[in-house]
């Protein structure tokens, strides 16, 4: 067993924590502020370095490790998220890696020479557009509908709180989006396809978030908007499936975003209890406060582990099979369970350690705080969909969900 990185891994990693410390994280008060405007040079500095690349074959204008993808793509989410600590540029970025990697896999040959390399490029965004007003827990019971006309789809319907819209209407790109197109078959009766932000038919509206304020949420409307058929991943039928394919590397992603602002935080904290002298001697020497610190280190320590192992054997998965889905299901949902919510307490740790100094903007923990929340409330499915994957996997078929 060789449990380390790699020297190219470690390379890759160095690389990317150095350009995160000189150049994100002293602007991460800049993008939280932006009303959903990720700075163009920060943007196109990753596209230089190659990471929106690192999930995208290199006949695609990527720079993919084969069999390495999800843990170069883990690496460069975790770091950035320890330099844009409001959440808003990794996620810009796992979304486009993690949904990049499954039109890799699934879409078809005119789909991936048409959108690969602008995503690689860092010039097009790719997200996920699965929520529905009825509910983003269940999508069995979404209601967007398609009618297929020839070699066209015609999509009508709504989705809710879709990351991205504003960024793909800018700079171009579109979402990966369940829909149904033979009602009566259920889950087997749906397709998974990209539609172009900017399609003829298709509005959105953002919402007003309390944080990650450097990348847009928003509501879409689908009014006749058209798609070609090439657009759809896999099946046409095979839609849940190959959504759910998907959402194992996202939420995979996700707890890099949370592992990686949890541990900047974690280090923010440790180094203001040695300089703060309180009682005659640094905060650090009370142990109410360093067995806490100690506590969350080695919480996080489990974590980051038990995520590199996630990465890998989604990894392996695909290289040969050696892992089961189950296998893979079981393992993200165990860190997408436990990653927002330890990355929360460590955040409120640390900020109670910083005292009323954590309350105002000058800290820029509140960031963190903030754009955390969006994993706790839910966003990539939330703490006890996860649950009910774990018990799915480990005990057996007790779950509720998708009948
Ligand atoms: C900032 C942000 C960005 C997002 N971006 C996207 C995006 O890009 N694309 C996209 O498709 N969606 C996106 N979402 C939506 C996200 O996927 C949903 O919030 C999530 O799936 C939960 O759906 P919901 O919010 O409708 O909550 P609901 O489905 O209504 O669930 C409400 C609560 O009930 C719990 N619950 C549900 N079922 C059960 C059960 N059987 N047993 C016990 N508890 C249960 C849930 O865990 C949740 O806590 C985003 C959300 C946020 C906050």
Same mark, same amino acid.
């Given at each position: 067993m060789?449990?380390?990185?790699?020297?190219?891994?470690?390379?890759?990693?160095? %690389?990317v924590r150095e350009f995160v410390d000189k150049r994100v994280f002293p602007r991460a008060r800049e993008i939280d502020s932006s009303d959903a405007n990720l700075p163009e040079d920060i943007l196109k500095e990753m596209a230089d370095l190659g990471i929106f690349g690192v999930t995208i074959p290199e006949k695609y204008g990527g720079a993919a490790m084969p069999g390495e993808e999800m843990v170069y793509a883990m690496l460069a989410v975790h770091e950035l998220a320890?330099?844009?600590?409001? %959440?808003s540029l990794p996620v810009y970025t796992l979304l486009c890696l993690g949904w990049s990697y499954l039109v890799a896999r699934l879409g078809t040959e005119q789909l991936k020479e048409e959108l690969l390399p602008k995503v690689a490029a860092g010039q097009?965004?790719?997200?996920?557009?699965?929520?529905e007003p009825s509910g983003g827990s269940d999508l069995a019971r979404i209601t967007t509908t398609a009618v297929k006309k020839g070699d066209r789809y015609i999509l009508n319907g709504e989705k809710v709180y879709i990351s991205g819209c504003k960024e793909a209407a800018k700079r171009g790109g579109g979402h990966l989006t369940l829909f149904r197109t033979d009602p009566a078959a259920?889950?087997?009766?749906m397709a998974f396809a990209y539609v172009p932000v900017n399609t003829p038919g298709l509005t959105w509206k953002m919402y007003e978030d309390m944080g990650r304020g450097g990348l847009s949420t928003s509501g879409i409307i689908y009014k006749g908007v058209e798609i070609p058929s090439y657009y759809v991943l896999g099946q046409e039928n095979r839609g849940f499936h190959a959504a759910m394919e998907g959402f194992n590397v996202a939420r995979t992603l996700v707890s890099a975003a949370c592992t990686g602002g949890a541990e900047k935080s974690l280090e923010m904290g440790a180094e203001y209890i040695k300089q703060r002298? @309180?009682?005659?001697?640094?905060?650090a020497k009370f142990q109410g406060i360093s067995f806490e610190i100690a506590e969350d280190r080695a919480k996080l320590? %489990? @974590?980051?582990?038990?995520?590199? !192992?996630?990465?890998? %054997?989604?990894?392996?998965?695909?290289?040969?099979?050696?892992?089961?889905? !189950?296998?893979i299901n079981e393992i993200v949902a165990i860190c997408k369970l436990t990653a927002p919510s330890l990355a929360l307490d460590i955040v409120k740790h640390a900020m109670t350690y910083y005292g009323a100094f954590s309350f105002t903007k000058d800290c820029p923990l509140e960031m963190c705080l903030r754009g955390l929340m969006s994993y706790v409330v839910g966003a990539e499915g939330g703490a006890n969909i996860m649950k009910i994957i774990i018990g799915r996997e480990f005990i057996g078929d007790i779950s509720v969900a998708y009948r």
């Open positions: 060789e449990f380390r990185l790699t020297t190219e891994q470690e390379l890759f990693k160095k %690389m320890r330099g844009d600590i409001s %959440m097009a965004f790719l997200g996920i557009c699965t929520t259920g889950i087997r009766g002298n @309180l009682f005659g001697q640094p905060l320590y %489990m @974590l980051m582990n038990t995520l590199l !192992k996630g990465a890998w %054997m989604i990894d392996q998965f695909y290289r040969d099979g050696s892992f089961s889905r !189950k296998e």
